[in-house]
């Protein structure tokens, strides 16, 4: 199958303008399974070598070879980690069906490279918190009705730092009854000891004599 592909003996054929189409026309196959036939022909023929012999040896069934091919296919790794990938898939094969082989296949990179895995996802961390720090915003608008809206947002690293400094000013505090001096529940609920936090915060920054920190663009 690869050499007719590698040939392109399908335009040989009257009516074929590939492989793939020659496949699927002369074994009665679906629409879109030549396709992978032949790209499973390629794969088996090429660097899964250890797939091919255990699909000749009857230890792994066309079914899971196509889900190996796709798995040691689609993540972006190094040529040393595909191969202990297949291993591991061929490995598991004889225990596992097509549908629970491609699940570990879904998580194959994790599971032979999980350094690599946790690189990967630091670095897609990293891009992902400068683009959140490129996209902060802070916006006060008057509403007309004597109150103002407050929206924003920002990365993740500003959020914990400003839930470091208002979070400590939000714990209940007795308030006095005014009839007889005893101390009730603090009425306000956690939004409104959290609004009162940042305006407390606000007010002592404008009471302190300390310079002001001029901001800037945090490096990306």
Request: hydrophobic share 40%.
């Amino acid at each position: 199958m690869a050499e007719a592909d590698t040939r392109d003996l399908a335009k040989q054929r009257p009516h074929h303008v590939s492989t793939q189409a020659w496949v699927t026309h002369l074994g009665g196959l679906r629409q879109g399974e030549g396709r992978r036939v032949v790209a499973r022909a390629h794969a088996l023929t090429g660097p899964l070598a250890a797939t091919r012999e255990a699909l000749v040896a009857g230890r792994v069934s066309p079914e899971q070879a196509d889900v190996i091919v796709k798995s040691i296919e689609t993540p972006p790794v190094g040529e040393a980690v595909r191969r202990r990938g297949e291993r591991t898939l061929v490995g598991q094969a004889g225990c596992l069906d097509a549908c629970d082989l491609g699940r570990v296949g879904r998580h194959l990179v994790h599971v032979v490279d999980p350094d690599g895995e946790d690189h990967r996802l630091e670095r897609q961390l990293a891009r992902e918190e400068r683009a959140a720090h490129l996209g902060r915003y802070l916006s006060i608008a008057a509403d007309g009705a004597g109150r103002v809206r407050v929206t924003g947002r920002g990365c993740a690293e500003d959020g914990a730092l400003l839930k470091a400094a208002l979070l400590p000013l939000t714990a209940p505090a007795p308030a006095v009854d005014d009839r007889d001096g005893t101390l009730v529940p603090d009425p306000r609920d956690h939004g409104a000891r959290l609004w009162d936090a940042l305006v407390q915060t606000a007010q002592h920054a404008l009471d302190t004599d300390l310079p002001r920190p001029r901001t800037a663009p945090r490096p990306g």
